[in-house]
Antibody, heavy 126, light 107 residues
Framework: QITLKESGPTLVKPTQTLTLTCTFS??????????VGWIRQPPGKALEWLAL???????RYSPSLKSRLTITKDTSKNQVVLTMNNMDPVDTATYYC??????????????????WGQGTLVTVSS | DIQLTQSPYFLSAFVGDRVTITCRAS??????LAWYQQKPGKAPKLLIY???TLQSGVPSRFSGSGSGTEFTLTISSLQPEDFATYYC?????????FGGGTKVEIK
């Protein structure tokens, strides 16, 4: 079965760079249509999509955070890494990674996020 | 960016009630919409994708409808385990965006 797990620091200082790793099993990131995305959720607030990397190394970022984000994959290790620089207290959130797959429906191709990691809470504080 | 507006923000209902949540998109997204359920301290769970396709293993009391800019999630008979927060997400174009959430609580 498909599982994902996020790992990384629980506490970072303002201006530091956050590095999160998503380690997954049950699928390959070299399979056509597959991707891994990152989504975050500040305490008590809504979900926010951050970035997505596809099997062919296509990368997509949230425009509001694009200058601070980098997403990479290591297919041999079944890992996806997200880095976010210049961290600020407003970046305090639970960070999730998620498996993305594609489907054809209503005459078009789209995607869905069907498996999620448990999330990791990152606090930004001095 | 495509904005998703969910209503209501908060909903109080009895077990057995029929519940409907609405998600409106700021521009047309065809049927490229998903619904998630999230319980406190847990990751979101995919309920519906392609606006109306039930994810495997999700109870049939959940249903979705709509296309273009207006979508609904309906729970036909609310069960105790359905009390949670529900989010819609559009997957039509980047950046992928989520609605603000609808919290469903016990009356």
């Amino acid at each position: 079965q498909i599982t994902l797990k996020e790992s990384g620091p629980t506490l970072v200082k303002p201006t530091q760079t956050l590095t999160l790793t998503c380690t997954f099993s049950g699928f390959s990131l070299s399979t056509s249509g597959v991707g891994v995305g990152w989504i975050r959720q500040p305490p008590g607030k809504a979900l926010e999509w951050l970035a997505l990397i596809y099997w062919d190394d296509d990368k997509r970022y949230s425009p509001s955070l694009k200058s601070r984000l980098t997403i990479t994959k290591d297919t041999s290790k079944n890992q996806v890494v997200l880095t976010m620089n210049n961290m600020d207290p407003v970046d305090t959130a639970t960070y999730y990674c998620s498996h993305r797959t594609g489907y054809y429906g209503s005459g078009s191709y789209s995607g869905l996020f069907d498996y999620w990691g448990q999330g990791t809470l990152v606090t930004v504080s001095s | 960016d495509i904005q998703l507006t969910q209503s209501p923000y908060f909903l109080s209902a009895f077990v057995g009630d029929r519940v409907t949540i609405t998600c409106r998109a700021s521009q047309g997204i065809s049927s490229h919409l998903a619904w998630y359920q999230q319980k406190p301290g847990k990751a979101p769970k995919l309920l519906i994708y392609a606006a109306s396709t039930l994810q495997s293993g999700v109870p049939s009391r959940f249903s979705g409808s709509g296309s273009g800019t207006e979508f609904t999630l309906t729970i036909s008979s609310l069960q105790p385990e359905d009390f949670a927060t529900y989010y819609c997400q559009q997957l039509d174009s980047y950046p992928l965006t989520f609605g603000g959430g609808t919290k469903v609580e016990i009356k």
